[in-house]
């Protein structure tokens, strides 16, 4: 049970909480997750504010019930053809194009999610620290899988360190442009989807290739 939230045995209940889980996706897409109150969420779903707090301590409690729901939909897009990546035969710095692509796309897609978890769980790391670190080790196992596969081209000897750099690289331009947009830093930035990504992948082929 994530905490924040309280135990659904009832079928009913957990179909109740669903509903209001729902709703406030949706309420995601338009707005702030601080903007968000209880009764809007209550309102959206069809169901009494008092619904919410018998499954919820508050709307706090929504944060780590959202992370679970981003990771669940992390799984599935990570099965989906969308996902998948031939790097058969592709040059280190083709398989960096198409996997910064592919991930932007996915930062896209659950951006509403995403957005309320980063600001909203700051002041409160306890919620989702294990979950948190599950994700980062998980993302790690990908770097370091790609940097695997190019030993004569990659110049950085520490692989630990380097997937780790390269991983909170890739994960923080990915995050502050796609959670934030023309509201965070731009520096007049106007590109395609396909130019940044292009860009961003550049900047890590460089790194990777830059002996230290």
């Known amino acids: 049970m994530s905490q924040g939230a309280k135990s659904t045995h009832q079928k009913r209940s957990r179909q109740t909480r669903d509903k209001l889980l729902n709703a406030l996706e949706l309420l995601l897409r338009e707005q702030d997750f601080a903007d968000i109150n209880v009764t809007a969420i ?3 779903a069809g169901v009494s504010a008092a619904s919410i707090y018998r499954r919820f301590d508050s709307k706090k409690g929504f944060i780590p019930v959202l992370f679970d729901l981003y990771l669940k939909r992390l799984e599935e897009w990570g099965a989906s053809t969308e996902a998948q990546i031939n ?5 280190l710095r083709e398989s960096l194009k198409q996997v ?3 991930g932007w796309q996915q930062v896209q897609s659950q951006a509403h999610i995403m957005r309320a978890i980063h600001l909203h769980s700051r002041g409160h790391l306890g919620l989702v620290a294990s979950k948190m670190n599950a994700f980062e080790e ?3 196992g990908g770097i370091r899988a790609l940097i695997d596969l190019y030993p004569s081209e990659i110049k950085r000897t520490n692989t630990d360190k380097t997937a780790r750099m390269l991983a909170y690289y890739l994960n ?3 995050m502050e442009k796609g959670l934030f947009g023309e509201q965070g830093a731009v520096f007049g930035i106007a ?3 396909e130019e940044f990504t292009g860009e961003v992948a550049d900047f ?3 790194y990777l290739t830059t002996a230290p």
Do not use: N, P, Q, R
Request: proline share 0%; charged share 15%.
């Open 191 to 193: 590109f395609s989807d």
């Open 172 to 174: 923080t331009i990915l």
């Open 42 to 44: 209550a309102a959206k």
């Open 87 to 91: 790097l058969e035969g592709c040059s």
């Open 138 to 140: 998980a993302t790690l």
């Open 100 to 102: 910064v692509h592919t």
């Open 204 to 206: 890590a082929y460089g």
